[in-house]
């Protein structure tokens, strides 16, 4: 690997770190599509995301634990793992540019859907899946995206948004969310075969923006308006998920 490719898959890594300690979410929606734009392999690129959201979610989980949903976040791990074998296989099976394409199509909805939940929250005066039965195909789902795309945060954050929890549950859950997901994940790809070296390399690269992310995004969320910065967010990931259709030589 060029020093130029380094560079640029730890500023992706270093962006991606940066959305989740500002926002609690995200790393992995942004830090994805700007990898698949780089000539590394995907088995490469999910490999690394996978242990650097891991790392995040290390040196996150600690601030929000007292609001943590206990018992949702249990049935979450559980469904959690049923899911992971499922993404695997998709991955090991499906063609690299068919998971791009699935992913662009994703990130424009999930985008979408995330510019307008404010007044979808306000014509819902009453929260929504109230059996706890709901949690489980959420589960599973996270846990097909998690292996598959690393994207394991947002079904739960979709979930905690139809519960209508307040910030601070969303929050806790959804960093417990990453850390328990996160090790099952970074397990899943050591069994299916993942890793790579070029994956520890990027990473090892990428542990000092890493941590240098963390530390400015939990300042930065104490002293930026998030709710403006969100819709920024939103914006730029319909617009990588645009990019991501269109096809690359």
């Known amino acids: 690997m060029s020093i130029t490719l380094i560079l640029l898959a730890v500023a992706a ?6 959305m989740r300690s500002m926002f609690g979410f995200g790393e992995a929606i942004v830090s994805m599509p700007l990898l698949t734009l780089l000539p590394i392999p995907l088995h490469t690129s999910v490999s690394l995301i996978g242990l650097a959201g891991l790392t995040v979610a290390l040196l996150t989980v600690f601030s929000g634990w007292r609001h943590i949903e206990r018992p949702v976040l249990i049935r979450l791990a559980v469904s959690t793992v049923i899911g992971i074998p499922v993404g695997l296989i998709v991955l090991n099976t499906i063609p690299s540019y068919i ?26 005066d009453h929260p929504l899946l109230n059996s706890r039965g709901w949690v489980w195909p959420f589960g599973f789902v996270s846990g097909v995206l998690g292996s598959a795309y690393n994207i394991n945060g947002v079904p739960v954050m979709i ?39 070029d994956a520890f390399v990027l990473y090892a690269y990428s ?6 992310a963390t530390a400015l995004g939990v300042l930065l969320n104490k002293r930026i308006p998030a709710r403006k910065f969100e ?3 939103f914006v730029i990931i319909i617009a990588l998920g645009i990019l991501l259709l269109f096809p690359r030589g």
């Open 207 to 212: 542990i000092p923006a890493i941590l240098l």
């Open 99 to 124: 998971i791009t394409s699935i992913l662009g199509i994703f990130l424009i909805g999930y985008g979408a859907y995330c510019l307008l939940k404010k007044n979808l929250s306000k014509a819902i």
């Open 13 to 18: 890594v270093f962006i991606g770190a940066l």
């Open 159 to 197: 979930y905690g948004t139809l519960r209508r929890w307040n910030p601070e549950r969303l929050r806790g859950t959804l960093q417990a969310h990453f850390l328990v997901s996160g090790v099952l994940v970074v397990a899943g790809h050591a069994l299916g075969g993942l890793w790579t070296t």
């Open 231 to 233: 819709r920024i967010l």
